[in-house]
């Protein structure tokens, strides 16, 4: 696709920020909608392989902040690739697949193969001098050839230690990996999951005291929308 095909494209996006989200008000019928997040929506652009990231008004010094990051993971195949960028979009490869969020909503399992994997594209990341950030379940991708896709690398720049992912590993491997977990989690149990946890008392059941002491943050990371 050359820049200006795609310039149509984006300049086609009219999106609302909503309380909770952002809805999009009209687009190209050559695009069609995959995702949202907490800065931007995500469509994939039909008959390619390949996805436009837009960030509305007021988020769009972040292309190009995530445009650096991806550029710096090119030769990482635990991430998509990056095909153009420009003030207010990415160009991605799409991946095809589930969430890991959401394959804990529906009851597709998933193994500790590929949360390896996943620490392996952060391990990947941390080599190339990034500090891997806002890192959760709905940016993970679980392909159908078995394998993961780490997506939404944003904030992999920002210079705090971001605690989230050994939380949410703590917890998968405290009780989604356990034989006696149904591979389907109700969205309710979810989020109590996140309740407890911010009331510090999943920790206590789990002896995990000390670990706890910086809570709150799987219940505004891990289970809510990104
Ligand atoms: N390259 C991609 N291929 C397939 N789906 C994607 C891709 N990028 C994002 N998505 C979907 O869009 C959602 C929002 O994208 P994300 O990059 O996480 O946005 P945000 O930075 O706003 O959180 C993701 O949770 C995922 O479901
Ligand atoms: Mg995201």
């Not at 002896?207 to 929308?225: D, P, Y």
Request: proline share 4%.
């Amino acid at each position: 696709m050359d820049p200006g095909e795609i310039s149509v494209l984006v300049a086609s996006i009219s999106i609302r920020e909503e309380k909770h989200g952002f809805t999009i008000i009209s687009m190209s019928p050559a695009l069609t909608l995959i995702g949202s997040g907490r800065s931007a929506v995500v469509c994939k652009i039909r008959s390619t392989n390949r996805v436009i990231k837009v960030f509305p008004s007021g988020y769009e010094h972040i292309a190009g902040e995530e445009a650096t990051v991806y550029e710096q993971l090119q030769d990482c195949a635990l991430f998509p690739e990056l095909y153009a960028s420009g003030a207010n979009y990415l160009v991605l490869d799409y991946i095809d697949g589930v969430t890991l969020y959401d394959c804990l909503v529906q009851g597709i399992p998933f193994t500790k193969k590929h949360i390896d994997e996943a620490d392996q594209a952060f391990a990947y990341a941390k080599r190339q001098g990034l500090n891997p950030a806002d890192i959760h379940l709905r940016n993970i991708i679980l392909t159908p050839a078995n394998t993961i896709k780490v997506i939404d690398v944003a904030r992999f720049k920002q210079e705090e230690y971001d605690q989230q992912w050994e939380d949410i590993k703590f917890y998968l491997h405290s009780i989604y990996f356990k034989r006696y977990c149904p591979n389907r989690i109700p969205i309710l149990v979810l989020r109590s999951i996140a309740t407890l946890y911010k009331n510090k008392l999943t920790s206590r059941l789990l002896g995990r005291r000390k670990h706890v002491r910086k809570t709150g943050l799987i219940a505004n990371s891990m289970w809510k929308k990104p």
